[in-house]
């Protein structure tokens, strides 16, 4: 296997804990497009276990087999969640293996899958306030720009965001090239100053104001912890990472 050109967070496609009911699972690295370039990226699922004992699967990771024994395990998956055009690629794989899961979608998700030929069988639309199937227990926004509309939750009981694209915060010493590191610090997501890149916020410049009051909301939630998809994510103090990250836009 070819050396991967991000250090991993190992181990990888394994359940970890990150509060009671919260958990994460670092994935394979991706190769994704950026500035002509196919720049390293490590992935990240959460999964939050809901009182009625059904899993919310939000990003979806390669469905390894012993990742897929050790989800099914914890308990029954109920909800796979594609929160952006950018984190759907594994959600039709855990779709088959768990067909009685419903599979919520960003606006957008269903025509670029379809596009990629990775077309996705989706049954609800994530929209700006949380369905009756979660609500109880998570929050929701949904925050849209001109390229790309992202879904961002709140587990209420464990104080827990969860981010995927808004935010990136690469660790530099884990990208093994300099030409990645120069090209991470210079796009402004590099950890321990991780913020939304600086080619996403051009994206949202007519969607200013409402991105200001979606960050508004992140931090009235007062989150302890914030779980990003790409690179280090916040353990504690989540909502002073939260307003710094956010600085360009409050």
């Known amino acids: 296997m070819a050396q991967a050109a991000y250090r991993p967070y190992a181990p990888l496609d ?5 509060a009671d009911a919260v958990w994460i699972v670092d994935g394979p690295e ?26 919310w699967l939000h990003s979806p990771t390669a469905a390894s087999p012993a990742l897929v024994a050790q989800v099914a395990a914890l308990g029954p998956v109920r909800w796979l969640i594609a929160p952006n ?31 990629a030929r990775r077309p996705l069988a989706i049954d609800h639309r994530l929209g700006a306030v949380a369905p009756a199937a979660w609500s109880g227990e998570i929050d929701q926004l949904l925050v849209a720009g001109d390229v790309l509309t992202e879904a961002v939750f709140f587990h209420r009981p464990s104080r827990t965001l969860v981010l995927t ?21 210079v796009g402004g997501a590099a950890d321990p100053d ?4 600086h080619d996403m916020r051009f994206t949202f410049r007519r969607q200013r104001a409402a991105l200001r009051a979606a960050a508004e909301q992140m931090l009235a939630w007062d989150p302890e912890r914030v779980i990003l998809a790409h690179g ?11 307003r710094r990250a956010f600085r360009w836009v409050l």
């Open 14 to 18: 394994v359940l970890k804990p990150v």
């Open 165 to 185: 694209d808004l935010i990136e915060n690469f660790e530099l010493a884990r990208l093994r090239s300099p030409l990645w590191r120069a090209l991470v610090r």
């Open 30 to 55: 991706i190769a994704f497009g950026y500035l002509g370039l196919k720049m390293p990226f490590p992935t990240r699922m959460t999964v939050v276990r809901l009182a009625g004992g059904g899993l």
């Open 85 to 115: 055009t950018l984190h759907y690629w594994w959600a039709p794989d855990w779709r088959r293996l768990f067909p009685e899961a419903e599979l919520w979608a960003s606006p957008g998700v269903a025509e670029r899958a379809e596009r």
């Open 194 to 197: 991780g913020s939304t890149p």
């Open 232 to 242: 280090r994510w916040y353990e504690t103090g989540g909502a002073a990472e939260l």
